[in-house]
């Protein structure tokens, strides 16, 4: 009896080393982290968030950590001597309603918001990484499922939600996923900017549980240079539930 229950001791304790030495990577996490960055070309402090949005989304990805960011440019770096082609005004109006909800009504680039929840200096890279993990950590309750359809002049994204969602909003964007720009005046003035996922088109209507929204594609993006994103979020409390790229 003895040499058996050592032989069984032994056994489950390889079985414990192989588990430990697997090559397999961890499962994705459940919840979903949708960072969005409000930024601008004209804001000598922005490039350095722009690059961080690319890394530590890319890299928290290749963790397994369901991350994704979007890049809304402001207006009000505009009137400073150059004039950033990706603002808009109704980008600058989003922040402000985050800025009321998370930061005592102030606005300011580079600023970044997780799950409309969380926000910080956008070029904070542990301030990053804290804010996500914190995020995916908290199963989503909901799921998208998105086709994009094109017939001639029409461009839709038909989705479907997995639950009637309640008192929510659905976001949908198409980002261009790299950029490069020379700036030639501001205060970024001779210095060539790398963007990543810059919000082109965003639209947001009454969530159903299934739906369609008609899109215009910008004209100058090349079908493989853009992504779809579509993200449920909370009309008061704007808690982002959940997310998809197509």
């Not at 040499?3 to 390889?14: C, E, P, T």
């Not at 499922?145 to 038909?158: C, F, I, M, P």
Request: aromatic share 8%; hydrophobic share 40%; proline share 4%.
């Amino acid at each position: 009896m003895i040499a058996y229950a050592m032989k069984q001791i032994v056994f489950i304790a390889l079985i414990v080393l192989a588990c430990g030495f697997t090559s397999e990577p961890a499962p994705v996490a459940d919840g979903i982290a949708v960072v969005e960055l409000f930024t601008s070309e004209g804001c000598s402090s922005c490039p350095l968030a722009d690059e961080t949005l690319r890394d530590m989304t890319e890299l928290m990805q290749r963790e397994n950590k369901n991350v994704i960011a979007l890049a809304f440019h402001v207006t009000y770096w505009n009137k400073l001597g150059w004039v950033d082609p990706y603002s808009d005004e109704r980008f600058t109006e989003r922040q402000k309603i985050y800025a009321n909800k998370l930061s005592d009504a102030q606005s300011y680039t580079p600023q970044a918001v997780v799950n409309g929840a969380a926000e910080f200096v956008g070029s904070n890279m542990v301030a990053f990484r804290n804010a996500v993990t914190e995020a995916v950590t908290e199963p989503a309750l909901y799921t998208i499922d998105l086709q994009y359809t094109n017939s001639g002049e029409k461009n839709a994204v038909h989705y479907r939600v997995n639950k009637i969602p309640k008192n929510m909003v659905l976001n949908i964007s198409v980002v261009e996923k790299h950029v490069e720009r020379d700036i030639l005046r501001g205060e970024n003035k001779n210095r060539k900017l790398k963007h990543y996922n810059v919000v082109r088109i965003f639209h947001s209507e009454d969530a159903k549980e299934e739906g369609e929204v008609a899109i215009t594609w910008p004209s100058d993006l090349a079908p493989e240079k853009g992504n779809v994103i579509a993200y449920l979020q909370h009309k008061k409390t704007l808690k982002i539930v959940a997310a998809t790229v197509l």
